[in-house]
């Protein structure tokens, strides 16, 4: 991140080619429609670019940063005004579409090991999890989905984080 | 204002880990958090946590999205770094100086300047080339960062001297960990050998079942496995007891 910073286009396109796969992913999980998905996750991109010089790695991962950056700008454009009517119809239902199987970047040892730690968790703290990440509803919103007390949905996604942590960094 | 009693505050790390807290709740978490270094610490943590959660829905990105965000970034300015970032931003470029004038003669300028690149990017800061081939030992950040890239591919095979090797490699990264479960004989030690068609070159070494990093790797490239004299060589003096795909 410090070469991008000093505007190597060598490196970034390192950190592009480690970033799109996972920033693309999740942003279109949370948006579900792929042109929408494409310009967040190109403003994300960007965004890396742009303030490369603001990363601070005593602060967590580079992958981490820009992931967190991408899931904001998909739930902020989700919770504006111009989020598109599919993903209301969603949201009616309440549903987190699974992942398109054939479109994941094959089966890959994270795919399998979140999928392995989310198993290991109880049904709420899981359901809670994806509502509010893959889903990007809040915590009121997935307390109204489940028919569960606010306190509870809280309490239960910070367990389940906490489990997946712990579970994902038992070395392979 | 929201009120949130004292208590409550611990509880919703894991909601603004995920972008699950409403606007205000949001905005008095991250006033709290700046006078609260356990609650950044966890947070910290829970943040790794939901970055793995996208990566494990990684996608194939839409065709030509590379060349509209490359140019894009190319025709934009990027933000100076914050007057308190320039200690830091001068050790890292030091630092990563350092680790190329380690970088041995045989492993092309470029590839050693994109492997550091890489490692930098990928946050594995502590790890610089010369501790990479010294150590027999690759940190786990580093060994995580591969092992969890979204192209990782995973390789075993036993070796003809009795344990097992298994290589996971990243195409993106241009890095393989490899993994040896075996013991090698009294006074030696089993080195691993990153093998293109010209050469090999050393990645490190195992006295015993241990974890090799190694950079630079690009495709068509082969780890092989030799037993050595304790100390390691410069060049493979025996037949590799395994040899798997980078």
């Known amino acids: ?172 | 204002m929201v009120k949130i009693p004292a208590d409550d505050w611990h509880v919703l790390s894991g909601s603004y880990a995920l972008d699950a807290l409403p606007d205000p709740e949001r905005v008095e978490f991250e006033r709290h958090l700046q006078h609260c270094p356990s609650c950044e610490a966890e947070v910290r943590g829970l943040r790794e946590t939901a970055a793995r959660l996208a990566m494990a829905r990684a996608l194939q990105p839409p065709l030509g999205m590379e060349q509209r965000v490359l140019a894009a970034a190319y025709r934009t300015r990027q933000l100076p770094p914050l007057p308190s970032d320039r200690l830091r931003a001068a050790r890292d470029h030091r630092r990563a100086q350092v680790a190329r004038r380690f970088a041995p003669r045989r492993i092309a300028a470029f590839a050693a300047a994109a492997s550091v690149a890489a490692a930098v990017a990928l946050g594995i800061t502590q790890v610089s080339t010369q501790h990479r081939l010294e150590s027999t030992q690759a940190s786990n950040a580093a060994i995580s960062q591969v092992v969890t890239a979204p192209d990782a591919r995973i390789e075993t095979t036993r070796t003809s001297a009795g344990g097992s090797v298994t290589v996971v490699a990243s195409a993106a990264l241009r890095e393989a960990v490899v993994t040896g479960t075996g013991t090698p004989p009294a006074g030696r030690v089993y080195q691993v050998w990153v093998m293109s068609p010209s050469a090999a070159r050393s990645a490190g070494l195992m006295a015993g079942p241990s974890t090799v990093l190694a950079s630079a790797v690009v495709p068509g490239d082969r780890i092989g496995i030799t037993v050595e004299p304790a100390g390691g060589t410069s060049k493979p003096t025996t037949t590799p007891v395994a040899v798997l795909p980078a």
């Open chain 1, 1 to 172: 991140m410090a070469r991008v910073a000093r505007g190597d286009h060598r490196a970034f396109e390192l950190v592009y080619g480690g970033l799109a796969g996972p920033v693309y992913g999740v942003v279109r999980q949370v948006l579900r429609d792929p042109a929408q998905s494409e310009e967040v996750a190109q403003e994300v991109l960007l965004e890396v670019w742009r303030t490369a010089s603001r990363f601070d790695p005593a602060r967590g991962s580079a992958a981490a940063w820009a992931l967190t950056i991408a899931h904001r700008r998909a739930v902020d454009r989700v919770r504006s005004e111009c989020a598109g009517s599919r993903r209301e119809q969603k949201a009616a239902t309440g549903m987190v579409p699974d992942d398109d199987a054939a479109e994941v970047v094959a089966a890959t040892l994270d795919h399998q090991r979140v999928r392995r730690c989310l198993d290991g968790l109880t049904e709420l703290q899981r359901e809670s999890i994806k509502l509010a990440y893959y889903g990007g509803y809040t915590y009121p919103q997935v307390a109204h989905l489940l028919g569960v007390a606010l306190g509870t949905v809280k309490t239960r996604i910070r367990d389940g984080l906490i489990r997946m942590r712990d579970c994902m960094a038992v070395t392979w």
